[in-house]
Nanobody
Framework: QVQLVESGGGLVQAGGSLRLSCAASTSIFSISAMGWYRQAPGKQRELVAEITSGGSTNYADSVKGRFTISRDNAKNTVYLQMSSLQPEDTAVYYC?????????????WGQGTQVTVSS
């Protein structure tokens, strides 16, 4: 069981920056992938960024060049640095841990942190 706690959300003006943190209760060294998802009101949850145990990253097209995901295995923490924020980035951001097993995948979620970007 992995517990994830997000922090760093808040209110920011368009063009501003925020850094989200996701602290895991256990070692993330062997976790297959850590990611950030977001869900805006009335919309489905979508992948924002993901980083594998090997350090490979994947970003949604809408955030490429603006957001950067990183992981610190020593601190069991994943970060999402968000820059040039726009009102359409407003959403609840969720941390995800994906633990691939032989025949199935375990998914763990944090409680979410609100990011609001004002125009």
């Amino acid at each position: 069981q992995v517990q994830l706690v997000e922090s760093g959300g808040g209110l920011v003006q368009a063009g501003g920056s925020l850094r989200l943190s996701c602290a895991a209760s256990t070692s993330i060294f062997s976790i297959s992938a850590m990611g950030w998802y977001r869900q805006a009101p009335g919309k489905q949850r979508e992948l924002v960024a993901e980083i594998t145990s090997g350090g490979s990253t994947n970003y949604a097209d809408s955030v490429k060049g603006r957001f950067t995901i990183s992981r610190d295995n020593a601190k069991n923490t994943v970060y999402l640095q968000m820059s040039s924020l726009q009102p359409e980035d407003t959403a609840v951001y969720y941390c995800n841990a994906k633990d691939d097993r032989r025949f199935y995948t375990l998914n763990y979620w944090g409680q979410g942190t609100q990011v609001t970007v004002s125009s």
